[in-house]
């Protein structure tokens, strides 16, 4: 059964929360008085001393000696405390863990995937030998519309914005030299992200791999394509059948791997505020809970498996204090809405990619400081991973300079400037909680008018109110028009001057010449096509048959899980164009009615 829906959250009475709701359902209360702020500095000082800590020096460059955390000075009463907190506590505004980034620092995870899986494959051992913590992988658009690479579709697009795997043998060439058993690995990709998933086991499986032990991320996140990047293969419900499937397969299966990041990166880069990017993004993971309890699923075994994809942009304090609301609200909704009772279920774990919307075409040295500052406010924003755009990504994809250079903007920032020193060091600003505050308050209303769309629909759609708002707002053209809206808002802004960005409406001269970019060779497509038919020639043509003829039988069939079968159709070398296409027959496809 779905936990219900407290009619609360059908309106909102946001001055009851701001003066101060205290939480009374996970871990202890923290109210603002001396004595609360007191009991809480000490609970947070036992978990501090009871975690384990990297090796590393925790001074100031001057030699300074500082605290892992800072609160109220003792005595001090700090009405609202309870929506601040400590590191590691509830709400967990101010982080995920009681030694923030002195426990473990944030991986490194450069996105990366260009012209073929071995010209792939050779960038992600120069990450991994360079200090990469994981790896990223950037699909090409024909990949990421379920086409091979053979089709009408994918003429001129194979290998130019990410890499072409069109069955196993591509995600061998991939991974080749790469252990996966030891290798977190995130994967960006939603319409076709089930079956590249299963192509992705099999491949361990090949490697020697239990893959009960995998580690990694798979975007999969199907209500950002309708909202935002309009890459999807099927309707919004069959969609959501496969997502539901791979959610029950790797809550048995995988425990460790996380079938799904609801990724707000794409809403932002399509126009969207903060408060919309923040707003839209934790509607569609709550979406995604719902789904998973109309499933019957354990809520507190499936939840850790979600995590979070965010832009961050380039207006500093904001974007910061995007990320602390993100966790906050996530925590009280995961409580006190849905019934989870696990710490893990609360947290809300998040990958951060900088702006590449935020990157110019004019003085593009000028995006190496608009990455290391929007980096900087995903630290200490607390994400726990990060990706750096590459100066040159708003012309093409990175050389392997350019590609060094956001890896060490990173690592300078790690071993560097201090930041991985003190736990939400700006914690407690005036500035940055009206901030928090102000974004949560604004999603809350966002989130009151999408379960309000949702009241009308059928008993069909019936998952639960939010996904139920998400798939009327889907429908009725809700979320692009307020994202197109508020793109047009600040191209209007930036057109009369009253938004500036350096180089582009400001400070145009320049003393820079062009830069040298990666173009992707036409040889990349001919060798894949050539590839591809050498690979369908070689493969049992009748074990192929058989095992699309079964996955277009369990596609007729919703209460089959279709991991298994896809599977089965990968370990047969069916490609990924005709593992979607064999689906396709069943679900149909979807078209977006225009918006102007």
């Not at 126009?271 to 923040?278: K, N, P, R, S």
Request: glycine fraction near 10%; proline fraction near 5%; charged fraction near 25%.
């Amino acid at each position: 059964m779905r936990a219900p829906i407290r009619p609360s959250l059908y309106r909102i009475i946001w001055t009851s929360y701001y003066f101060g709701m205290a939480n009374t359902t996970n871990g202890p209360t923290q109210g603002g008085g001396a004595d609360d702020i007191e009991a809480g500095r000490e609970r947070w000082q036992r978990r501090y001393d009871a975690a384990r800590k990297r090796d590393a020096d925790f001074t100031s460059l001057s030699g300074r000696p500082l605290e892992p955390a800072y609160g109220p000075r003792p005595g001090a009463e700090v009405p609202g405390f309870e929506r601040i907190g400590w590191p590691g506590e509830y709400p967990y505004t101010r982080g995920l863990y009681p030694t923030g980034y002195r426990g473990r620092s944030w991986t490194i995870r450069q996105f990366a995937g260009f012209g073929n899986a071995r010209q792939t494959n050779e960038r992600y051992r120069m990450i991994l030998a360079n200090g990469g913590g994981g790896l990223s992988v950037a699909f090409d658009m024909p990949t990421l519309m379920g086409y091979d690479s053979d089709s009408a579709h994918a003429l001129g697009e194979v290998g130019h914005c990410g890499v072409a795997v069109d069955s196993v043998a591509d995600m061998d060439l991939l991974f080749d030299q790469i252990p996966l058993g030891e290798t977190t690995t995130s994967m960006t990709i939603s319409g076709p992200a089930v079956p590249a998933f299963c192509m992705y086991l099999v491949a361990a499986e090949r490697q020697g791999v239990d893959i009960t032990t995998l580690n990694g991320t798979l975007q999969t996140d199907i209500f950002k394509e309708y909202i935002a990047q309009k890459e999807w293969l099927y309707p919004p419900e069959p969609q959501l059948r496969l997502i539901g499937d791979l959610m029950e397969y790797c809550a048995e299966h995988i425990p460790a791997y996380k079938p799904l990041s609801v990724s707000g990166y794409h809403i932002r880069e399509a126009g969207a505020t903060a408060a919309q990017e923040l707003a839209y993004t934790l509607a569609d993971g709550f979406g995604y809970v719902e789904l998973g309890l109309s499933r019957g699923l354990d809520i507190d075994r499936f939840a850790p498996g979600l995590s979070f994809f965010f832009d961050s942009h380039i207006d500093f304090f904001e974007e910061i204090a995007k990320f602390r609301a993100a966790r906050r609200i996530w925590a009280r909704w995961m409580s006190e809405e849905y019934g989870a009772t696990s710490e893990k279920s609360l947290w809300l774990r998040f990958h951060t990619q900088t702006a590449g919307v935020s990157l110019t075409a004019q003085q593009p040295y000028n995006n190496v400081v608009r990455t290391a500052v929007e980096a900087l406010a995903a630290i200490l924003g607390g994400t726990n991973s990060l990706h750096t755009n590459a100066l040159d990504e708003t012309l093409a994809l990175p050389t392997e300079q350019s590609a060094e250079i956001a890896l060490r903007t990173q690592q300078v920032l790690m071993e560097e400037t201090g930041v991985a020193n003190v736990a939400d060091p700006l914690g407690g600003s005036w500035y940055l909680e009206s901030l928090t505050d102000e974004l949560e308050a604004e999603a809350e209303r966002i989130f009151a008018q999408i379960m309000h769309m949702g009241g009308g629909r059928g008993a069909e759609h019936a998952i639960g109110p939010m996904t139920s708002g998400i798939l009327a707002g889907i429908d009725n053209g809700y979320f692009t028009s307020e994202i197109a809206e508020s793109a047009f808002q600040y191209q209007q802004a930036l057109e009369k001057g009253d938004k500036r960005i350096v180089g582009v409406n400001c400070h145009t001269s320049t003393v820079s010449g062009e830069l040298d970019i990666l173009r992707i060779s036409h040889e990349v497509e001919r060798e894949q096509k050539q590839d591809l038919t050498e690979r369908r020639e070689r493969r049992d043509a009748g074990a192929v048959d058989r095992a699309l003829a079964d996955l277009l039988e369990g596609a007729r069939k919703p209460e089959d899980n279709l991991i298994p079968l896809i599977m089965e159709a990968a370990r047969a070398e069916a490609s990924l164009g005709e593992i979607c296409a064999a689906m396709g027959e069943v679900f149909g496809t979807h078209t977006e009615d225009p918006r102007f």
